[in-house]
């Protein structure tokens, strides 16, 4: 069975394949099984962090992790995001949240335990939603204040304590930009490792009410046709990118 690893460098992305980390280097792995394209045979991966200051070979460069996953591709997205997550929350939890005390790693499954109270911590995931709102042959698109120049995306949120998603998706509407919307229907979903967030992706109708951007959350918003978008996701294997391209099919088969 194949294997490869998942190195990270100071929030940097290394992948090995076929090749050694330099002689001395010292790393605690984590196994991850992935599975290609839903595919049943699975491949044998594993993740670990190396310190800031190990010398790397002059060829092999880190790559920041979105550009990482860019050029990994679908194939190994979801192993890519999971290791992130993975060394993300080991290195979070290496002390209990509610006495202080060390946790120690589990090998037998993703959990840290505290070593005096016995609380276990897993990896966080972090359930979020997005929508694509759509009002005869265009769409709601915005743009926060975060975003790199000439990105644009979906109206989107975390998903607060107590609401279900479809509260959740409403009530983000209505904070960022005060309309209503109609025939809420499921999308999709997908893991985004920045840090936790589990997207779950809707589509809607507009359904009443005028636009009033919350400033605080975005810089602007507005309607534009299918064939005029003022631009799009900044990671082209988004979930945003998927609703957006979706539409833009639906719209030419349309016409």
């Known amino acids: 069975m194949p294997e490869h690893g998942f190195i990270l460098q100071n929030d940097n992305l290394l992948l090995l394949h076929g090749r050694t980390l330099p ?3 010292s790393l605690k792995s984590h196994f991850i099984r992935h599975y290609p394209m839903g595919e049943f045979n699975s491949i044998s991966c594993y993740c670990a962090e190396i310190s800031v200051d190990a010398k790397l070979p002059e060829d092999l460069q880190p790559a920041p992790f979105r550009k990482a996953l860019e050029i990994l591709g679908k194939n190994w997205f979801t192993a890519a995001t999971k290791a992130i997550s993975i060394i993300a929350w080991d290195k979070n939890h290496q002390f209990c949240g509610r006495c202080s005390e060390k946790t120690i790693y589990k090998s037998s499954a993703f959990e840290r335990v505290c070593t005096h109270c016995g609380l276990s911590f897993y990896p966080r995931i972090s ?3 997005i929508v694509l709102i759509k009002k005869d042959d265009s769409i709601l698109m915005s743009r926060s204040h975060h975003f790199v120049k000439g990105a644009w995306g979906l109206i989107a949120g975390f998903v607060e304590v107590g ?5 959740a998706v409403h009530r983000e509407v209505s904070e960022e930009v005060g309309i209503r919307i109609k025939n809420l229907r499921y999308f999709g979903s997908q893991f985004w490792p920045f840090p936790d967030s ?3 992706a809707f589509t809607a ?3 009443s009410g005028e636009l009033r951007i919350d400033s605080s959350e975005l810089e602007s918003a507005d309607w534009y046709r299918h064939d005029n978008l003022p ?3 900044s990671y082209s294997l988004s979930i945003a990118k998927k609703l957006i391209d979706h539409f833009i099919a639906e ?3 349309s016409s």
């Open 198 to 200: 589990m997207m779950i």
């Open 127 to 129: 359930p979020s939603i």
């Open 251 to 253: 719209q030419k088969q």
């Open 23 to 25: 002689s001395g280097t």
């Open 205 to 207: 109708d507009y359904a």
């Open 231 to 233: 631009g799009g996701p």
């Open 163 to 167: 609401e279900s998603m479809e509260d």
